[in-house]
């Protein structure tokens, strides 16, 4: 007789590949939808059309009220970090002046000790030594500095009297930083951007919007590369922007002078559940508990 194809085994105490495959165990694969996407009318903090849109130097679009919120929660924030580290470096200097103090007086009295004592301090090394470097019947008492310390001493198995590491603040850094590409940002180098709209379509409310390239009329959507001119702020197409702008250094609807890093690409793509670029696509990693037969989802990597 021959053997059942492992495909139609189900009487193993074990799953096979291909039951786990048919329970959606195992590396999934899923293309993002668009609702996934941020359209490129939406300011990159509030995910809503924008109102009064800026452009950082990356190419990255926010409300204004927006970004300047941002940034001034930033200089705060930028302001309570340094003075935390003002206030640790201000702690460190007194500790380290409180241990030399301590440390002078320590020496002081082992002098006097030394000094004062009944015998003379030993010099020979086979006598037994006390941890003050007294022999025997020379010896005194602690100092009630020890004594404190002993009586103060943290002990590592309860937990009560466990220490307590310090928090270490590290030198913050005094530029702010733009939220979406993490690269340094300044107010002065964000620029503000002028979409055309489409004036042919009658829309029902201010925001559904349709904005179109002034140069070919094309409608802008999130398929299409766009091109801002920082000089000006005008947006285009990438294909008007190579073709027209990089070749004539001028502006097709004002005519102001540009150059070509005046060009800045507009970014587009994900939001903050998803990345960017052109490959977006969602991975998920399934696999099967020890000995309980339920399913732990463990979060892949953006890809």
Request: proline share 5%.
């Amino acid at each position: 007789m021959p053997q059942r194809h492992s495909k139609n085994n189900n009487d193993l105490a074990f799953f096979t590949y291909d039951e786990k495959r048919k329970l959606g165990y195992g590396t999934q694969k899923e293309r993002l939808g668009k609702d996934s996407i941020k359209p490129f009318d939406a300011c990159c903090l509030c995910l809503k059309p924008f109102i009064d849109p800026m452009s950082c130097q990356k190419g990255h679009v926010f409300c204004k009220e927006c970004i300047l919120e941002c940034l001034l929660a930033q200089k705060k924030d930028i302001q309570r970090k340094l003075a935390a580290h003002a206030a640790q470096q201000k702690q460190e200097k007194e500790e380290e002046e409180e241990r030399l103090i301590l440390e002078k007086a320590r020496e002081l009295d082992a002098f006097d000790q030394q000094n004062h004592g009944a015998l003379p301090q030993y010099n020979d090394k086979n006598h037994s030594r006390d941890k003050n470097g007294f022999h025997g019947a020379n010896s005194v008492k602690v100092t009630s500095f020890e004594e404190e310390a002993l009586r103060t001493m943290k002990a590592f198995w309860l937990p009560s009297a466990t220490p307590e590491a310090p928090v270490k603040v590290d030198t913050p850094s005094n530029s702010t930083v733009c939220p979406e590409g993490k690269e340094k940002l300044k107010l002065k180098t964000l620029f503000p951007i002028y979409f055309t709209e489409d004036e042919s379509e009658q829309k029902k409310s201010n925001l559904d919007k349709t904005y179109i390239c002034p140069s070919c009329k094309v409608t802008l959507t999130n398929t299409l590369s766009l091109v801002a001119v920082s000089s000006c702020g005008h947006v285009f197409c990438k294909k008007c922007a190579d073709r027209f702008l990089a070749v004539d250094k001028v502006c097709l609807v004002c005519d102001k002078p540009c150059r070509e890093r005046n060009l800045v690409i507009l970014e587009k793509g994900g939001t903050g559940f998803a990345g960017h670029g052109d490959h977006l696509e969602a991975t998920d990693f399934k696999h099967l508990g020890s000995g309980s037969g339920l399913g732990l989802v463990r979060p892949a990597a953006k890809t």
